[in-house]
């Protein structure tokens, strides 16, 4: 059975379109399936993404009540997603987050496939409560934390690697670029000048205020190198306000929102993120390995699925000294860490294209579709 997309109606449910990983995620599907499928919807509580997802054709459903963890709000969305799916008769609702799930398992409707992806890692009692038809994992860590976690059918749990657009063709050409970039520093700050880079989310739980710290000491060192955060989150102001009490305003730059990927990490040779939170795979890190750049990061959720350290880049294991030593380290040994960038890079050429991602979604969806129409489950 050969199925046409081109009268698929899909349903994207997700908590916010700001700056974020299964944000940009979503943002890539609906790009492409709004070439191909009849309706491509998103609900969310709005952010920066939506005008893009306008200019493309995608329809977007903003409800600030999306993004709530309130029981009274989250019953208020139920009731206007079961309208919408049934006004608009979607074939594929695909949630990014457990919550639309476990409303959607409560709605009892009809003809729907529920798809939900798994943006991080979860061991509590709430992944009991998800039954999508399948659940899909960023990586292969995830999917297995699906396989020990999830109530529902091994063969309805699928492992599809994130994908990035890889800006390079080859590791020669990251290379050249690399090179270039580092040649145009070079002329204008007289030394070898690296910038240390931050991307993502602004939450204590990302390991800014860890970031800070450390960068701090280095500076109070004579370290002489620049830093550069770019994101937003609900403790941007405590940062504004740290880089304002201990002088590091001429040293550090705080760039909000930058919706441009090469832009986002135009500059930075070394991207650093200590979270301590349940990890997946951020983006932030496939996108910057693409790009050439070293990234030093913590043993959290999937993210050793690609970064193996002291090969493809560093993982953290103590506290904030160990970071700053890692950085310190890394600042004086710069050039000899060649080998490191480009397996980084090999890594995510080989594992996380975007295109291969794509395929695999549309292969997905055709498959739910024909499941559907021979009355498989």
Do not use: W
């Not at 963890?69 to 609702?93: P, S, T, Y």
């Not at 639309?100 to 709605?107: A, E, G, H, K, S």
């Not at 403790?235 to 590091?248: A, C, G, H, T």
């Not at 993210?303 to 193996?308: A, E, G, K």
């Amino acid at each position: 059975m050969t199925t046409d997309l081109s009268e698929l109606k899909i349903l994207y449910l997700i908590k916010t379109m700001d700056i974020g990983g299964s944000e940009r995620f979503t943002l890539n599907l609906c790009k492409h399936f709004a070439r191909l499928v009849k309706n491509v919807t998103v609900f969310s509580s709005g952010g920066v993404f939506v005008e893009e997802l306008n200019c493309c054709g995608v329809n977007h459903i903003e409800n600030k009540k999306a993004s709530s963890k309130k029981l009274n709000d989250i019953l208020a969305i139920r009731k206007v997603i079961k309208d919408l799916i049934i006004k608009e008769n979607f074939h594929i609702v695909h949630c990014q987050h457990r919550i639309f799930v476990t409303i959607l398992n409560t709605l009892n409707l009809k003809n729907v496939k529920i798809v939900y992806t798994a943006n991080n890692f979860f061991d509590d009692y709430f992944q009991k409560l998800i039954f999508p038809d399948i659940a899909v994992s960023i990586s292969k860590s995830i999917e297995m934390n699906l396989q020990d976690t999830l109530l529902i059918k091994g063969s309805k749990i699928k492992n599809i690697n994130y994908g990035i657009h890889l800006p390079y063709k080859n590791k020669e050409e990251m290379e050249e670029s690399r090179n270039k970039l580092r040649k145009e520093k070079l002329n204008v700050k007289g030394h070898n000048h690296l910038t240390i880079g931050y991307v993502g989310r602004i939450i204590e739980e990302k390991g800014i205020f860890r970031l800070l710290e450390a960068t701090k000491r280095l500076f109070d060192s004579g370290f002489d190198f620049d830093l550069l955060i770019k994101g937003n989150g609900q403790d941007i102001e405590k940062v504004r306000q740290y880089l304002r009490n201990n002088s590091l305003e001429n040293k550090a730059t705080l760039i909000e929102t930058e919706r441009d990927i090469n832009n986002l990490y135009k500059d930075i040779d070394l991207l650093v993120l200590p979270t301590e939170m349940n990890e997946g795979l951020p983006l932030s890190i496939l996108e910057a390995l693409a790009r050439g750049i070293l990234v030093v990061t913590k043993d959290k959720g999937a993210i050793t699925d690609v970064i193996r350290n002291g090969s493809s880049g560093f993982i953290l294991k103590k506290d904030e000294e160990e970071l700053e030593d890692k950085l310190k380290y890394i600042l004086l040994n710069y050039d000899k860490l060649d080998a490191i960038r480009q397996n980084g890079f090999n890594i995510v050429e080989k594992n996380y294209s975007l295109d291969a991602m794509l395929k695999k979604y549309e292969d997905l969806y055709i498959d739910l579709i024909e499941s559907s129409m021979t009355g498989g489950k």
